[in-house]
């Protein structure tokens, strides 16, 4: 019988080059989560970089990294398979890298909140959750805005490469989970409370951790497609050689 086509497909991890580069992350998402509790719980290390709810932290930086990297692959994927699936993929990558690195989030919510507020002043009983409001409206517009370059360039792609695109894509739906609705949660609980840091490090953490397995995909299969055109390039060396080295018959 054949094999039932997959929607998801995350085998590569467990190809040597994906396997390597997710162990070797999650180890530095470990050690980043380990050393902000560090931090708050004992006060060392000393330095607010270690801090995972600050801006310009260790882990923001990491995070940026990752972020980059996709970027950096899926253009390579995009080139390699003909496919603008994972263009779409590496233009939202860099969407949100460029919207959380100059903190648009907050600079345009902060403006959009307030004409939030002017228009719907019930929304003022909200609380703590009205400062918000501006802020998820934007991320909500980034958010459409990616979903639906990734929709439209995902219906005109291939089988195999709607799989592996949204095998990646799954771990930023992952990631915005964290970023929105944990975020909205931890807003409830005042700065410095247990609250606070066990959201901290469920929201900044998770971001972290979610994002890990879309850099090892998006790097085993820029991998795995590098080496295929080799191995059709050799195939067809191989053949022509072997062509070239018949000779016809000659008759007796």
């Given at each position: ?191 410095g409370s247990p609250g606070d ?56």
């Amino acid at each position: 019988m054949p094999e039932r086509r997959r929607l998801l497909d995350f085998r590569a991890l467990r190809r040597s080059d994906g396997a390597l580069l997710l162990v070797l992350f999650l180890l530095v998402d470990a050690a980043i989560v380990a050393l902000h509790l560090s931090l708050k719980v004992f006060g060392t290390p000393a330095g607010e970089a270690f801090d995972l709810g600050v801006d310009r932290s260790y882990g923001e930086m990491l995070m940026y990294v990752k972020l980059g990297w996709i970027t950096v692959l899926g253009i390579l994927l995009a080139r390699r398979r003909r496919t603008a699936v994972f263009g779409a993929i590496a233009a939202g990558s860099l969407l949100l890298l460029l919207e959380d690195a100059l903190i648009l989030h907050e600079r345009i919510g902060w403006h959009l909140n307030e004409g939030v507020l002017d228009a719907l002043p019930a929304l003022a009983g909200l609380g703590i959750l009205s400062v918000q409001l501006g802020e998820l409206l934007w991320l909500g517009v980034v958010g459409v805005t990616i979903v639906v370059l990734f929709v439209v360039s995902f219906l005109r792609a291939g089988p195999v490469d709607r799989r592996d695109a949204l095998s990646i894509a799954v771990f930023f739906v992952a990631v915005g989970f964290f970023a929105l609705v944990v975020d909205t949660a931890h807003s409830l609980f005042a700065l410095g409370s247990p609250g606070d840091l066990f959201f901290t490090v469920l929201e900044d953490g998770g971001e972290l951790i979610a994002l890990t397995p879309a850099v090892a995909l998006a790097f085993a299969f820029a991998a795995e497609s590098a080496s295929t055109p080799d191995q059709d390039q050799d195939s067809t060396t191989i053949s022509s050689t072997r062509l070239s080295g018949l000779r016809p018959r000659q008759r007796a």
